[in-house]
């Protein structure tokens, strides 16, 4: 079976709601409507019983009305009030007076029930055949001293009959009402999935070619537009990560592109012009040395996608800063030395991070590697560990030619280089910074970078203070 359109659902569960809504509120109004009829009825016989007594005269022991009778005003309303009227004597509980109309009606208690009758006065109500009649029971004590039952009806005819054309008018009101409102819910669910529908319509030109293009907004800043924008921020990511991967493609072909066309050159010129050992010896260390340079490459990027992947867990310890800082500039003095150049040190014992000691020996390694690199012979690198505010602050200064303005933006991209032609000169796979500012973001820090051409450069990371 072929599941319902969603236009089709709105529109019936629209049409349901609304047919349930405007039952529950004839159901209410026709409660109300009958207790405010009832109670105007009730209200309009108990000021006739009043009115009535006014009348109402007994003379050793029998009852009897006086009135007015050329007066048109009270013959009427005497007339309509005791159309249905009878008195009973409580001593013996015998009937007294009757109206014609329930004489024929043949409408009497007996002694018993009209005695019964005078202990809970009030209304009741009586089956007859010219319908139901509703009844005042009203004490009254004559001259006398003798008790009487004064009986005071009215049909209720009026209120069925209000009543149940009421009844019947809401026979054709709620149906209508409902098809009315599957008419309007279909075509306002039309009208409210119009932007959907435009929407998918736009989805469904975007291709992996085409990632560039977007949803359309609206401008109404409704529902629709803000998971329109949600869309288009989610195209803009995947954009971005599609372009980054589609350079991390390039650079990669390119990188390995350098090393493996040497080894072939080499291999094939080893081969056309066969040397002695020593000469053999010579190519077999050069390649050895391009192999180094491949196994450090491949390493660096299986590290930076497994820590990428969520594989590595990164440790929350109180990390002294300070001890880093001097554990790695021991480490990286060797290669320094070799260079002629000077790392001082300026550190604060008292800073202590909440992070992973191991993953901060590489970004102080990665930095200081960076530094010695691209230093010259004879260049000074400073390295410092202070606190500021609530975060930890390692900075590595070096007295580099520093990196221009256009291309400090991309320097933590994989394999970015700011100088191709240097970079060749330079050893290294272009993937270190990009360690240290993943390095970082897990640690819930941030990395900085500030450099002047032919001045040197200024890495900063701060990282959150253990406790704080």
Do not use: C
């Given at each position: 079976?072929?599941?319902?359109?969603?236009?089709?659902?709105?529109?019936?569960?629209?049409?349901?709601?609304?047919?349930?809504?405007?039952?529950?509120?004839?159901?209410?109004?026709?409660?109300?409507?009958?207790?405010?009829?009832?109670?105007?009825?009730?209200?309009?016989?108990?000021?006739?019983?009043?009115?009535?007594?006014?009348?109402?005269?007994?003379?050793?022991?029998?009852?009897?009305?006086?009135?007015?009778?050329?007066?048109?005003?009270?013959?009427?309303?005497?007339?309509?009030?005791?159309?249905?009227?009878?008195?009973?004597?409580?001593?013996?509980?015998?009937?007294?007076?009757?109206?014609?109309?329930?004489?024929?009606?043949?409408?009497?208690?007996?002694?018993?029930?009209?005695?019964?009758?005078?202990?809970?006065?009030?209304?009741?109500?009586?089956?007859?055949?010219?319908?139901?009649?509703?009844?005042?029971?009203?004490?009254?004590?004559?001259?006398?001293?003798?008790?009487?039952?004064?009986?005071?009806?009215?049909?209720?005819?009026?209120?069925?009959?209000?009543?149940?054309?009421?009844?019947?008018?809401?026979?054709?009101?709620?149906?209508?009402?409902?098809?009315?409102?599957?008419?309007?819910?279909?075509?306002?669910?039309?009208?409210?999935?119009?932007?959907?529908?435009?929407?998918?319509?736009a989805a469904r030109q975007i291709t992996a070619t085409?990632?560039?293009?977007?949803?359309?907004?609206?401008?109404?800043?409704?529902?629709?537009?803000?998971?329109?924008?949600?869309?288009?921020?989610?195209?803009?990511?995947?954009?971005?990560?599609?372009a980054e991967m589609r350079q991390f493609t390039g650079s990669i072909a390119h990188e390995l592109r350098t090393p493996l066309a040497t080894l072939r050159a080499e291999a094939e010129l080893a081969l056309m012009h066969p040397g002695s050992d020593e000469e053999l010896r010579r190519v077999l260390a050069s390649q050895l040395e391009e192999f180094e340079k491949l196994t450090r490459m491949i390493n660096q990027l299986l590290l930076l996608a497994r820590a990428e992947a969520g594989e590595f867990q990164i440790l929350k310890q109180a990390v002294p800063l300070a001890a880093v800082a001097r554990s790695v500039s021991e480490q990286m003095l060797p290669l320094a030395a070799a260079k002629n150049i000077s790392i001082c040190l300026e550190t604060d014992d008292e800073v202590t991070i909440s992070g992973d000691r191991n993953w901060m020996d590489r970004v102080a390694v990665n930095l200081l590697d960076n530094a010695i690199k691209f230093t010259p012979e004879g260049g000074e690198i400073e390295v410092v560990v202070r606190r500021e505010q609530s975060s930890g602050c390692l900075q590595v200064r070096d007295t580099g030619e520093g990196i221009s303005a256009e291309a400090l933006p991309h320097i933590f991209e994989r394999f970015y280089r700011a100088d191709p032609a240097r970079s060749r000169e330079v050893q290294g796979t272009g993937l270190g910074l990009s360690l240290v500012q993943w390095v970082v973001e897990q640690h819930e820090g941030r990395v900085e970078v500030r450099s002047e051409l032919h001045k040197g450069t200024c890495f900063t990371v701060r990282l959150p203070l253990a406790g704080s």
């Open positions: 079976m072929k599941p319902l359109s969603l236009r089709t659902r709105l529109a019936f569960f629209y049409s349901v709601v609304f047919a349930l809504l405007l039952a529950g509120f004839a159901a209410v109004f026709y409660q109300v409507l009958a207790f405010r009829l009832e109670k105007a009825f009730n209200q309009e016989l108990i000021e006739r019983a009043a009115a009535l007594r006014g009348y109402l005269r007994f003379d050793n022991g029998q009852p009897s009305l006086a009135f007015d009778a050329t007066d048109p005003d009270e013959g009427f309303f005497i007339r309509t009030a005791t159309r249905y009227f009878q008195v009973y004597d409580l001593a013996n509980g015998k009937l007294l007076d009757q109206s014609s109309e329930l004489r024929l009606i043949g409408l009497e208690y007996n002694p018993d029930e009209a005695k019964s009758l005078a202990t809970r006065p009030g209304f009741n109500d009586v089956g007859t055949d010219q319908g139901k009649l509703r009844f005042y029971n009203q004490l009254i004590h004559g001259p006398d001293g003798k008790s009487y039952l004064v009986q005071l009806g009215s049909s209720t005819q009026s209120i069925d009959e209000a009543l149940e054309s009421f009844a019947g008018s809401l026979v054709w009101i709620i149906p209508g009402g409902a098809l009315l409102a599957a008419i309007s819910g279909w075509w306002l669910a039309a009208w409210a999935l119009t932007p959907v529908r435009s929407i998918a319509e085409h990632l560039g293009r977007r949803l359309p907004i609206r401008g109404s800043r409704d529902e629709l537009d803000y998971l329109a924008e949600a869309f288009n921020e989610t195209l803009e990511r995947l954009q971005n990560t599609l």
